[in-house]
């Protein structure tokens, strides 16, 4: 059989495989958190859909359903994939890893543990799905010091901004671990470079010297050329000695 041959049975396969899917509702059999799961979906079902309203794993949260936050984060056969990005029925045959996995009974994961001793959330809308990168950050080897961590958690936003404690706990439980820390690169210090918090702090407030300030703006009439405010002035004039234009003035005032 040449290679065009099987080229074409492959095709053949997957078109096959495409013919039984669709429009309407297929089964899949998923393997999630290492449980076997039967489901059945519309092809155009996120996978982020399908955990939270089928099969009620509702720890990865949905953000923006837009692939922008990163708080559906979940690994897909190992990788960490935003799953309101990706269709359910993309994921057949593989294994789905949720952040329900992660505690082992009463026993949270070290990394649970590192974001509840560095306090690293607030509101905890985004903790999920950091949980799930920060743990897949060392294993990547994407953990060797802070700049690193930031760049590779950067789809990972967090609306509390809690990011340096994030930075903490990925640190504690990298150094506790380990692994993949490459001690030739110098870890930057906490804080360092561009943060949230410090480009928000705000700059000292310094009195002005007397003779520096600026002299207060003129009222608006002061401003107007002499004829002006001369004819301006007349009118008021006016307006004071006749009574009825004062009145009709006033009436007219009180009906706007
Ligand atoms: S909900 Fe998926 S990236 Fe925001
Ligand atoms: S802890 Fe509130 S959004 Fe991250």
């Known amino acids: 059989m040449s290679v065009k041959d099987y080229a074409n049975a492959g095709t053949a396969r997957m078109a096959a495989r495409l013919a039984m899917r669709g429009p309407g509702t297929v089964n899949l059999e998923l393997s999630v958190n290492g449980t076997a799961q039967l489901v059945s979906v519309e092809p155009r079902v996120s996978l982020l859909d399908l955990l939270r309203e089928q099969l009620d794993l509702t720890g990865t949260t949905k953000g923006c359903d837009h692939g922008t936050c990163g708080a559906c984060t979940v690994w897909v056969d190992g990788r960490r994939v935003l799953s309101c990005l990706t269709l359910a029925i993309t994921c057949e045959d593989r294994g789905i890893t949720t952040t329900e996995s992660l505690a082992k009974g009463a026993a949270v994961h070290p990394m649970q543990q590192a974001f509840i001793t560095h306090d690293a959330f607030q509101c905890g809308y985004c903790t999920p799905g950091q949980i799930m990168s920060a743990v897949a950050l060392p294993d990547e080897g994407h953990a060797s010091n802070d700049a690193e961590i930031r760049e590779w958690m950067r789809g990972n936003i967090c609306r509390c901004a809690v990011y340096p404690n994030i930075r903490a706990a990925i640190r504690q439980v990298r150094d506790a671990a380990g692994a993949h820390h490459n001690a030739a690169v110098k870890p930057l210090e906490p ?66």
């Open 191 to 256: 804080n360092a470079g561009f943060d949230l918090g410090q480009r928000l702090r705000p700059a000292p407030v310094t009195r002005l010297p007397r003779a520096t300030v600026a002299p207060r703006r003129r009222c608006r009439t002061a401003r107007r050329p002499r004829r002006l405010r001369r004819s301006a002035r007349r009118t008021a004039a006016s307006c004071r000695t006749e009574p009825g234009i004062e009145r009709s003035r006033t009436t007219t005032s009180g009906n706007t």
